[in-house]
């Protein structure tokens, strides 16, 4: 993200509507640290949720975004990350074809494993599903470690808890090792 843009002060709601169960939560990561066509790496977050609505995703709450060394090389250029909590009508597999549309009108492009990306969206969790599903793995295997992950998520939603027992957002937060350097931007 350049230093000095002019969204850095602008205050993001943290806040979820009372009325979202968090054992029906389905959850959506979001990261960059590639701002590919966009002034910085916060207004293609930004762009990316305005584009969720168009796949049939409605975010009913969001996080902070949140700064954090690249990982596993922090001589790449550092992330920013969030998290959200969606409605949508679509399946696991319909959503996650929904997440690869909206990665790919961003530039985002595969290629070696963790290397800097203009957009990557992860399915965190389904509600409570819990598994291999057909080759998605929910909810998903690395995200409890991640502080990047956890740190939004328990800003949103501190009692979430993780489907296969691992305990509750807040504590996986405190507990996470990678990105351990993940805080809140201002």
């Known amino acids: 993200m350049e230093s000095g843009s002019e969204n850095m002060d602008v205050p993001v709601a943290v806040e979820i509507d009372g009325a ?20 910085d790496c916060r207004e293609a977050l930004e762009a990316a949720l305005a584009r969720f609505r168009a796949e049939g995703v409605d975010v009913v709450a969001r996080s902070s975004w949140w700064r ?14 969030g998290v959200v909590i969606v409605r949508t009508a679509l399946g696991p597999h319909e959503l996650m074809a929904a997440l690869g549309r909206i990665e790919e009108a961003f530039g985002r492009r595969r290629g070696a494993a963790n290397a800097p990306r203009t957009l990557d969206l992860d ?6 599903l819990s598994g291999d599903l057909d080759g998605l793995i929910l909810p998903h295997p690395r995200a409890a470690g991640r502080k990047f992950v956890m740190g939004p998520l328990a800003e949103i939603a501190p009692g979430w808890t993780d489907p296969t027992g691992g305990g509750a957002a807040a504590d996986l937060a405190r507990r996470a090792l990678i990105g351990a350097d993940a805080h809140p931007q201002a």
């Open 68 to 81: 954090s060394a690249a990982w596993p090389d922090p001589g790449d250029p550092p992330f920013l990350n």
């Open 20 to 39: 979202v169960d968090l054992d029906d939560a389905v959850i959506v990561a979001l990261g960059c640290n590639d701002k590919g066509a966009w002034r």
């Open 123 to 128: 399915l965190i969790a389904y509600g409570r």
